[in-house]
């Protein structure tokens, strides 16, 4: 009786397994430094959510700056959270990579740049900076949509 032990067939499901394995392997466990800056900036953007309290009395007043206070918390709170989780936990549920580079660097300066324009065009009343902020932070939900659709519909460890 033979004791060694199965061998995958080339291109099988067993291959595919193999690959997903050494990919988690090579990730980690621990977070990327983009991942972490999404998550501490989303604390930063929760506490600045927070002064709605003491300024209005209430988190979400029905003053000019409603807005501004709620996207502090879903642009600014909610979506960098998303951000930081998602982009570390999506590639270990699945197998495969998150695009990485300069591209989480990007995504980030655009919620930024579209969160503090949104907000600020509330306070300041300027339309403009408004809609600029409204364009920059779709265009950072746009390129982290681009980030994970590969790593939800690539195939395991992408070696299939
Ligand atoms: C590209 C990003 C986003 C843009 C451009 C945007 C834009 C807007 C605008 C223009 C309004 C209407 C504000 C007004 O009453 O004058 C609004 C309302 C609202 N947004 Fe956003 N938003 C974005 C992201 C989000 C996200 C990520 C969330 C939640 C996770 C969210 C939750 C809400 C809610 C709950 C309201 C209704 C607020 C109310 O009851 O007064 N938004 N948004």
């Known amino acids: 009786m033979s004791t060694a032990a199965p061998q995958p067939t080339a ?23 983009d991942n972490r800056c999404f998550i501490v900036a989303a604390q930063v953007y929760l506490m600045l959510a927070g002064l709605g309290l003491p300024i209005n009395g209430s988190l979400l007043s029905d003053s000019a700056s409603r807005p501004a206070f709620l996207h502090l918390f879903t642009l600014g709170f909610l979506l960098m959270m998303i951000y930081g989780i998602g982009g570390h936990m999506l590639p270990r ?10 591209w989480p660097w990007l995504q980030m300066g655009l ?19 408004v809609v600029a902020g409204a ?26």
């Open 135 to 160: 364009i920059l932070a779709w265009l950072s939900l746009a390129m982290f949509a681009a980030r994970v659709w590969p790593v939800l519909w690539g195939s395991p460890g992408g070696t299939r």
């Open 93 to 102: 549920f699945t197998g495969n990579p998150i695009r990485e580079g300069a």
């Open 11 to 33: 291109g099988g499901p067993a291959e595919a397994r193999l690959g997903a394995e050494a990919a988690m392997a090579q990730m980690g466990m621990t977070f990327s430094r």
């Open 111 to 129: 919620v930024h740049a579209g969160a503090a324009s949104f907000v600020a065009g509330y306070f300041a009343g300027w339309h403009g900076l």
